[in-house]
């Protein structure tokens, strides 16, 4: 059975204080592991998508890495803008999208 | 452009009422999704359209129909809501096994 676990479930950082978000899955052919943010009243907005371990994606003060049995949200000198929570998705068959419980991440000034 | 359109964005029902959540997407994308999200348990599949004229059931369909009625659109039904069906709903799309677009969601409380 598919399973994917976040952690930590909440994080509370200062604005500039840099830190990483953890994405750890269980999956049979992984064809993609996707990363959203969602904010309150929002639904899930996409930021990236990796392929293979080794990969790395980066967006601003976000960047997203993947290895064979984790995936990493690293937010670099973050800005109280940028909370929200974080959600990660590995994709396996088709029509078959696991997500995690989320991180809930809060920047304060 | 729009994107995912849901509707309504609230509604209350009473133990066994009826009731359907629109959705539509302008997007030309071929799959379209039906998540719910509840405190504690994550977004949840609870039907999905892998193209016009399919569905499939997903994680959680009981107590749910959908149907693709195009390309555009995908209904989702609760023929006797219950309380455990208040929840967010989220209606979605991609273009294969592409990334989803969500809409905003429809938030339902059943008393």
């Known amino acids: 059975e598919d399973q994917v676990t976040q952690s930590p479930e909440a994080l509370r950082l200062q604005e500039g204080e840099s830190s990483s978000l953890n994405c750890s899955y269980t999956?049979?052919?992984?064809?993609?592991l996707f990363w959203y943010r969602q904010d309150p009243g929002k639904g899930p907005e996409f930021l990236f998508t990796?392929?293979?371990a080794g990969e790395e994606k980066e967006k601003e003060r976000l960047k997203a890495t993947l290895t064979k049995k984790e995936s990493f949200l690293h937010i670099t000198a973050p800005k109280p803008e940028d909370s929200a929570t974080y959600l990660c998705?590995?994709?396996?068959?088709?029509?078959?999208?696991?997500f995690g419980q989320g991180t809930i991440l809060t920047v304060h000034p | 452009n729009a994107g995912v359109t849901q509707t309504p964005k609230f509604q209350v029902l009473k133990t066994g009422q009826s009731m359907t959540l629109q959705c539509a997407q302008d997007?030309?994308?071929?799959?379209m999704y039906w998540y719910r999200q509840d405190p504690g348990m994550g977004l949840r599949l609870i039907y999905y359209?892998?193209?016009?004229?399919?569905?499939d059931k997903g994680e959680v369909p009981n107590g749910y129909n959908v149907s693709r009625l195009n390309k555009r659109e995908f209904s989702l039904r609760l023929e006797s809501a219950a309380p455990s069906q208040t929840s967010v709903y989220f209606c979605?799309?991609?273009?294969?096994?592409?990334?989803?677009?969500f809409g905003n969601g429809t938030r339902l409380t059943v008393t």
């Open positions: 359209s892998a193209s016009e004229g399919t569905t």
């Open positions: 998705s590995p994709g396996t068959s088709y029509g078959k999208l696991t």
């Open positions: 979605a799309s991609s273009e294969g096994a592409m990334a989803l677009h």
């Open positions: 990796l392929y293979s």
């Open positions: 999956v049979s052919g992984l064809r993609g």
């Open positions: 997007m030309n994308h071929n799959s």
